[in-house]
């Protein structure tokens, strides 16, 4: 399984931002999507999850304005960023999680900055 992201960017705050995170060969056998993202000098930590049954979860600081979803068709999972504030600054990372055997896998990180 291969991810990749894409759609960071700088953006004012208040702006909006999708990313998109291109799954190969196919999103079907994956268990659980997720979003996660790491600051300068900070933790990775985890944005946005969403498991094959459609249940999502989110990080307080980002509930009501961030919203993940997933296209089966395109095999992309995507991460709708809303009303961004300077603290989403970040590198933003995609990670797929299978069950059966345990693995996991990430994606290369995108950048986004919110600044005005």
């Known amino acids: 399984v291969q991810l990749q992201a894409s759609g960071g960017g700088l953006v004012q705050p208040g702006g909006s931002l999708r990313l998109s995170c291109a799954v190969s060969p196919s999103i079907s056998s994956l268990n659980v999507m997720g979003w996660f993202r790491q600051a300068p000098g900070k933790e990775r930590e985890l944005v946005a999850n969403m498991h094959s049954s459609g249940a999502t979860s989110y990080t307080e600081s980002v509930e009501g304005r961030f919203t993940i979803s997933r296209d089966n068709a395109k095999n992309t999972v995507n991460l709708q960023m809303n009303n961004l504030k300077p603290e989403d600054t970040a590198v933003y990372y995609c990670?797929?999680?299978?069950?059966?055997?345990?693995?996991?896998?990430w994606g290369q990180g995108t950048q986004v900055t919110v600044s005005s």
């Open positions: 990670r797929a999680v299978i069950t059966t055997p345990p693995y996991i896998y």
